[in-house]
């Protein structure tokens, strides 16, 4: 599995291990409103809504929670403003960050994402700094033995992926955002267990960092989605089984 799916894996067994489900249902939330405020209330005319509503069911949010946030972004219920802003910068290294907010003040948000990455070692850049080091890309991701995942990825290509990549008993395959959802459908249609379909920035080549490098800019990176107006992280680190096992044995020491 790419360094993209661990991380996203980490990120959602730490939601639960750390009871942060208030936080984790917030961030779903936004996503929620401003998903239904840009295409409309309806999942089966709008994908992004669609993927919306499967993210916060998967993590076990109440329907009506999720129907109140749709119909607020919808417009059928007043609530904050919310903007969509994205960061740039670096970490340790010179590794590249890319920082997806939801925020009603501005201000705050840009104050709190730059704190955490001085304070780490790394800097807030310049709009366009590194957003050219990532292509936005739909990721699906399966799970099963090698036969199943090469005979899976090979049906996803008929289907109109790109590309894909197994390791271990994880595939993720790659399309384009417009082609993600005519893919998951194929797929479950062929009875194929999806366990997530997402549009996500994919780094065009990542970077490896000395352990200690690489070690705080996880940390960093960490610190950046704990934070409640940021949505997701990304960035160009080569995340190694090898690192992510240290880093959540390091993090698990520090509790």
Same mark, same amino acid.
């Given at each position: 599995m790419s360094g993209h799916s661990k991380w996203?894996?980490?990120? $959602?067994?730490?939601?639960?291990a750390d009871a942060k489900r208030g936080q984790l249902f917030t961030k779903l939330g936004r996503e929620l409103v401003v998903s239904a405020r840009a295409?409309?209330?309806?999942?089966?005319? =709008?994908? $992004?809504? $669609?993927? &919306?509503? %499967?993210? %916060?069911?998967? %993590?076990n949010m109440p329907m009506d929670t999720i129907e109140r946030a749709v119909k607020r972004g919808?417009? &059928?219920?007043?609530?904050?403003?919310?903007?969509?802003?994205?960061?740039?910068?670096?970490g340790p290294g010179g590794v590249a960050l890319l920082v997806e907010a939801m925020t009603d003040n501005r201000n705050r948000t840009v104050a709190e994402v730059r704190n955490v990455l001085t304070?780490?070692?790394?800097?807030?850049g310049e709009s366009g700094c590194v957003a050219w080091l990532f292509? =936005? !890309?739909?990721?699906?991701?399966?799970?099963?033995d090698a036969e199943t995942l090469e005979s899976t990825a090979l049906e996803a290509i008929d289907a109109g992926a790109e590309d894909f990549a197994i390791s271990d008993d994880a595939l993720e395959i790659y399309s384009t955002p417009s082609d993600l959802e005519a893919v998951r459908a194929a797929l479950i249609e062929r009875g194929i267990d999806v366990e997530s379909a997402d549009l996500a920035m994919i780094p065009k080549s990542t970077i490896a960092l000395e352990p200690?490098?690489?070690i705080s800019t996880l !940390?960093?990176?960490e610190r950046l989605e704990d934070l409640d107006d940021v949505q !997701?992280?990304?960035? =160009?680190?080569?995340?190694?089984? %090898?690192?992510?096992?240290?880093?959540?044995a390091s993090a698990s020491s520090t509790r």
């Open positions: 996203s894996q980490i990120k $959602r067994q730490k939601g639960v295409g409309g209330g309806d999942p089966d005319g =709008n994908a $992004r809504l $669609r993927m &919306a509503i %499967a993210r %916060a069911r998967e %993590a919808a417009g &059928a219920a007043d609530g904050p403003a919310l903007e969509e802003i994205t960061y740039e910068g670096y304070r780490g070692g790394g800097s807030l292509d =936005n !890309r739909g990721v699906i991701v399966a799970h099963g200690k490098e690489a !940390r960093i990176m !997701r992280v990304y960035s =160009n680190i080569e995340m190694s089984d %090898a690192l992510l096992t240290e880093f959540e």
